[in-house]
């Protein structure tokens, strides 16, 4: 028996189509945050230095954060089904083989096949959502969604300080495989099968929009060439705005950004995300080159932020009953802000308490709160022509914000000789990400009460 959306409708339940989505969303969010702390190990057993070790994060970035346009437009042309089996498909094959990597060449080669299968995957998960509900239930489902998002990413660090402490770090990877072949399965009796609108993808707008990207964050953190890269990022990332100004079928349709509400949220979200990203990065080294910590130790240290964060989300569905999707924004970000601040005042040195706990409980009520509405401000007044493309938009400034803010604050920071002194300056960079999608989110409150 089909599962058809107005059946779920009139029983009040999600069925099987939002555990689907959410639970192929966390894989790709867990092995993320899984790598940080497995990277000391990965560069034993594959005797990869630092600079190579770096491209094991990079490589899978790079191509997750440039595809995912590409990835959320052909959910709209060829449809939504039919690209997230082949989205999965290839992400399951790419953890296997980066599981069985023998050297570096191929885990790195390997993590950027994950990173093409995650590009295809995650704009479609969220297109997916949009697809199957509708009204409050589809209001719900985001949360879940934002929700998931967010502690994806905590108990990711969690679970690999686990696996890098007690077993090897290709289980992380391995353990992808059996889960995502009953998601297949799963996929192919439950999710509907809704035909594409048709037309043709926008390869020169994927084109142009990878070398850009990639050039990007290249020319920031790069060894070598970064002036040349620079100049490409630039050339490229323009030739990508005028390809899409002209294309029929574009790869990001430029209105997108006429809408206030959903440009000031990707601009929002990336900058948000570059500072949570170097949060996480950063948090787990410090706790283990200042406070002595084992990578376990380090990642249970987390635990101040993931649990606050857990109740906030699930709180979130109710808060929504009470107040509007842009009050909840304003008061995650701020709460954020608030969290990182009082962590970059006390210092690392203050001790693992108030350096870290104390402003950790606070930073998980603020990602609570603000993961799900910058989703919801990000897909805002969507047609079904575009939804895939808006949710492609807030994945590439989800990814590659987060790059660029790590990029950006390792690259100032790298100077320092002192762990402490170098997180202590991190610290400050991270808050002043923040402060930026604070402005980001007010801009949207500002308009939304004219």
Same mark, same amino acid.
């Given at each position: ?46 005797? %990869?230095? $630092? ?15 440039? !595809? ?27 953890? !296997? ?5 023998? #050297? ?13 299968? #995650? ?10 959502? %949009? ?25 990711? !660090?969690?679970?690999? &300080? ?70 490409? $990022? ?40 570059? $500072? ?22 380090? @990642? ?67 990602? &609570? ?33 987060? #790059? ?21 300056? @991190? ?24």
């Amino acid at each position: 028996m089909k599962l058809s959306l107005e059946a779920v409708m009139q029983n009040h339940k999600f069925g099987l189509v939002l555990p689907i989505i959410l639970i192929s969303y966390l894989m790709i969010l867990l092995d993320n945050s899984i790598v940080f702390t497995s990277t000391v190990k990965i560069a034993a057993d594959l005797h %990869m230095d $630092a600079q190579n070790l770096a491209w094991v994060t990079n490589a899978y970035a790079l191509t997750f954060g440039g !595809l995912l346009m590409l990835g959320g437009r052909a959910g709209d042309i060829i449809g939504r089904r039919r690209v997230f089996i082949s989205g999965l498909t290839i992400f399951t094959i790419g953890s !296997l083989l980066v599981g069985l990597a023998q #050297s570096g060449p191929m885990i790195i080669g390997m993590r950027a096949l994950q990173g093409v299968g #995650s590009a295809i995957l995650a704009p479609t998960t969220l297109a997916l959502l %949009m697809d199957n509900y509708t009204g409050s239930m589809r209001t719900r489902a985001i949360a879940s969604y934002g929700a998931t998002a967010g502690i994806g990413a905590s108990f990711g !660090l969690v679970i690999g &300080g686990l696996i890098a402490s007690y077993f090897s770090w290709r289980d992380g990877f391995l353990l992808n495989v059996p889960v995502g072949i009953i998601l297949l399965i799963l996929t192919l009796k439950v999710v509907p099968r809704v035909n594409g609108q048709g037309g043709r993808l926008d390869w020169v707008g994927a084109i142009t929009s990878v070398i850009g990207f990639a050039g990007l964050i290249y020319s920031i953190n790069g060894a070598y060439g970064r002036l040349l890269a620079s100049i490409i $990022a630039v050339v490229f990332l323009g030739l990508f705005v005028w390809a899409e100004s002209r294309t029929k079928n574009p790869l990001m349709p430029l209105r997108l950004f006429a809408d206030n509400e959903r440009s000031s949220a990707y601009i929002a979200r990336f900058f948000y995300l570059g $500072a949570m990203i170097s949060y996480f990065f950063l948090v787990p080294q410090a706790m283990q080159h200042v406070y002595g910590y084992t990578p376990l130790l380090a @990642a249970l240290g987390f635990l101040p932020e993931t649990i606050p964060q857990f109740i906030s989300a699930t709180v979130l569905a109710r808060l929504n009953n009470r107040f509007t999707n842009n009050q909840l924004l304003v008061t995650g970000v701020v709460i954020t802000l608030v969290g990182l601040a009082s962590g970059a005042v006390v210092g690392i040195h203050g001790g693992y308490f108030w350096a870290l706990a104390v402003p950790m409980v606070v930073i998980g009520i603020g990602q &609570g709160l603000s993961l799900s509405p910058l989703t919801v401000a990000g897909v805002a007044h969507t047609d079904p022509a575009i939804a895939g493309a808006a949710s492609g938009v807030v994945n590439t400034a989800h990814q590659i914000g987060g #790059s660029f803010g790590l990029s950006v604050i390792v690259a100032l920071t790298s100077g320092f000789t002192k762990a402490a002194v170098s997180y202590d300056h @991190a610290a400050v960079l991270m808050a002043g990400f923040m402060l930026i999608a604070l402005l980001a989110t007010l801009n949207i409150l500002r308009n939304s009460r004219r």
